[in-house]
């Protein structure tokens, strides 16, 4: 039988060493670009990273910070962005046509753009449709930029025809496993004429798989902790009896 310290403490030493020595690398760019009115040929900005240590992705997070180029920030329609983000010819939908629905084939029309993380477990859900997150409708517009950690769009359909329902395919876990050296290129893309938007910047975090061999060392390293805590306790429980 395993003893009953041993079960508490064994979801302690995963939970600690599946984080133990993991890498975590950080980049940003500032292309400070114009995104094209009403073209499909959009901006690509590709970035080289040539000195990663990470030859395994475990994880990968983006920043964007898209904005009109109007005064304060606005003048561009965000249901008009299309922005996907590719590596080693593994590709993720970060924006496909926010709010785009059956109901609303112009997607969102509001006028600031984002300024937002994009994760797989981004807090505030699918990015697609945050009016409805944080409203509780699809009419009510920003007074500025979106803002805070979304989920990426996910939806690789064209964006002439997706809707809420597509699936989510695209998602950043699509990088995982790849090694995070190579070119990495951010499109975006400002689909309806009306309004123009600049890619200001954005930015990648990318955190590497765990080492085996850390998390055996760590794990091992609690086992014997627990070895000798238990039997100095069986030592002092047996002399307090004798």
Same mark, same amino acid.
């Given at each position: 039988?395993?003893?009953?310290? #041993? ?7 995963? /939970?600690?060493t599946?984080?133990?020595g993991?890498l ?9 670009a =114009?995104?094209? @009115?009403?073209?499909?040929t959009?901006t690509?900005?590709a970035?080289? &990273? =040539?000195?990663?240590?990470i030859?395994? &992705? ?7 910070? &898209?904005?009109?180029?109007?005064? %304060? %920030? ?5 249901g ?6 590719? +590596?080693n010819s ?6 496909? $046509? ?7 084939p #112009? ?8 300024? &937002?993380q994009?994760?797989? /477990?981004?807090?505030?859900? @699918?990015v +697609? /449709? ?6 509780g *409708? *699809? ?9 805070y950690?979304w ?14 329902? @597509?699936? $989510?395919?695209?998602?950043l876990?699509?990088f995982?496993g ?12 400002d ?10 910047n ?11 061999s850390?998390?055996?060392?760590a794990? %091992?390293? #609690?086992? #014997? %902790? ?5 039997r ?9 009896q004798?």
């Amino acid at each position: 039988m395993v003893p009953r310290t #041993l079960l508490l403490l064994l979801p302690t030493a995963l /939970v600690v060493t599946s984080a133990y020595g993991q890498l975590t690398e950080n980049y940003n760019f500032s292309p400070n670009a =114009a995104v094209p @009115d009403g073209a499909n040929t959009g901006t690509f900005d590709a970035q080289s &990273i =040539a000195s990663s240590a990470i030859t395994q &992705i475990g994880n990968v997070n983006v920043t964007l910070n &898209i904005t009109g180029t109007g005064s %304060g %920030g606005s003048g561009m329609f965000n249901g008009d962005i299309y922005a996907t983000l590719v +590596h080693n010819s593994v590709s993720s939908v970060l924006l496909n $046509r926010t709010g785009r629905d059956n109901s609303t084939p #112009l997607g969102y029309s509001d006028q600031y753009g984002f300024n &937002i993380q994009l994760s797989d /477990v981004g807090g505030q859900g @699918d990015v +697609h /449709v945050y009016r409805t997150t944080l409203f509780g *409708n *699809n009419t009510t517009t920003l007074a500025g930029p979106l803002a805070y950690a979304w989920q990426p769009d996910g939806r690789s359909t064209d964006p002439s025809s997706v809707v809420t329902s @597509d699936p $989510r395919t695209a998602l950043l876990s699509s990088f995982n496993g790849q090694n995070a050296n190579g070119t990495w290129t951010l499109f975006v893309a400002d689909l309806e004429a009306g309004g123009t938007a600049k890619l200001v910047n954005w930015g990648l975090q990318i955190t590497a798989v765990p080492e085996p061999s850390q998390f055996a060392v760590a794990t %091992g390293a #609690l086992l #014997l %902790g627990w070895v000798v805590w238990n039997r100095r306790n069986r030592s002092s429980t047996q002399l307090s009896q004798a």
